[in-house]
């Protein structure tokens, strides 16, 4: 399984990025996908997450309200928007990807697969 993020960058506190990830080599019908985070000296932070085969999905507390998940099954794509952005958001941002599952769950105990994060700064 491959994961590829993108869509990183610099952006000042209130702006807005959107996290694309590109999923290859999963073969299951249905899974569960998310984002995660770790920023310096913090621990790993399940952001949000997302099963196909119900289209729940989770968000921490720290970004309900500011940012959406989303997925393009045709292109084997999930995004994540991010609006209102703070500064501490800054951290490093990677797409993982696990059987489908609770997506609460998932997002909360981690996941089997992750990619290469991207890198999110907010700063002003």
């Known amino acids: 399984v491959q994961l590829q993020a993108s869509g990183g960058g610099l952006v000042q506190p209130g702006g807005s990025l959107r996290l694309s990830c590109v999923a290859s080599g999963w073969t299951e019908e249905h899974y569960t996908i998310g984002w995660f985070r770790q920023a310096p000296g913090k621990e790993r932070e399940g952001v949000s997450c997302?099963?196909?085969?119900?289209?729940?999905?989770y968000y921490s507390d720290s970004v309900k309200g500011r940012f959406t998940i989303s997925k393009d099954d045709v292109k084997k794509v999930v995004y994540l928007q991010m609006n209102s952005l703070k500064l501490e958001d800054t951290a490093v941002y990677h797409c993982a990807i696990d059987r489908a599952g609770s997506s609460w769950y998932l997002c909360k105990h981690g996941m089997n697969y992750y990619g290469k994060g991207t890198q999110v700064t907010v700063s002003s």
């Open positions: 997302m099963s196909s085969r119900d289209g729940n999905w």
